[in-house]
């Protein structure tokens, strides 16, 4: 099993950052592919991000491809994503989510936090 808990979440305005969190436990996350999706009101989970946990290798959807950056840190076993320049079409709850080995961008992870409300403002 593996654990997953989202942070950071909250209201910004156009043109603002943020930074969430997702701390992980568990099993080893050396051959996971750590993501993060999103999901606006009527919509649809959407990929957003991914990171491989041993390579580090990185994926971004177009819509955030230069705007956001995935990252994670070993040590404290936690994937990062840095949002700026954000919009108000990124507003929806953002959620971690891990898969063994594979890098996907349909929501059908292994595992899943319990996501992060983000709302930006115009």
């Known amino acids: 099993q593996v654990q997953l808990v989202e ?11 943020l930074r969430l969190s997702c701390a992980a436990s568990g099993r080893t996350l050396s051959s996971y592919v750590l993501h993060w999706f999103r999901q606006a009101p009527g919509k649809e ?6 990171i ?5 290798n990185t994926y971004y959807a177009d819509s955030v491809k230069g705007r956001f950056t995935i990252s994670r840190d070993n040590a ?3 994937v990062y994503l840095q949002m700026s320049s ?3 079409e990124d507003t929806a709850v953002y959620y971690c989510a891990a898969n063994f080995v594979v890098l996907t961008t349909i929501p059908k992870c292994n595992y899943w936090g319990q996501g ?3 709302t930006v403002s115009s």
């Open 116 to 118: 992060t409300q983000v």
């Open 52 to 56: 491989t946990w041993s390579g580090g």
């Open 45 to 50: 989970r959407e990929f957003v991000a991914a």
């Open 86 to 88: 954000l919009k108000p």
């Open 76 to 78: 404290k076993n936690t």
């Open 7 to 17: 942070s950071g979440g909250g209201l910004v305005q156009a043109g603002g950052s």
